[in-house]
């Protein structure tokens, strides 16, 4: 998503998961994730990327995983960011 190109500008590092099965990624072969398999990509992502607390910034079904994340991990976040969230 070209949505996120501003804040490059300003000096903040950006970084955005792109989950298996959604966007430009392929479906595994397994099959589409489900939520919790979902959440388990994006911890494992923030943990391996970001490794710092972060301005955590979710829409519609990664506003309930940035809320998850949050509630579960208070340490890696800065701040919550929720753009239409869904099932949050």
């Known amino acids: 998503s070209g949505c996120f190109f501003g804040l490059d500008r300003r000096a903040m590092r950006v970084v955005a ?3 298996p099965g959604a966007g430009l990624s392929p479906v595994p072969k ?3 994730l489900g939520i919790d398999e979902s959440f388990s990509v994006f911890e ?3 943990r391996e ?3 710092r607390p972060a301005v955590v910034v979710g829409n519609s079904l990664g506003g309930a995983m940035a809320v998850r994340f949050a509630v579960r991990h208070p340490e890696s976040v800065a701040a919550l960011v929720l753009v239409a969230p869904a099932g949050a």
Do not use: C, H, M
Request: proline residues 8%; charged residues 35%; neutral net charge.
């Open 17 to 19: 998961l792109d989950l």
């Open 30 to 32: 397994s099959g589409p």
């Open 44 to 46: 494992r992502f923030v």
């Open 49 to 51: 990327e970001v490794r």
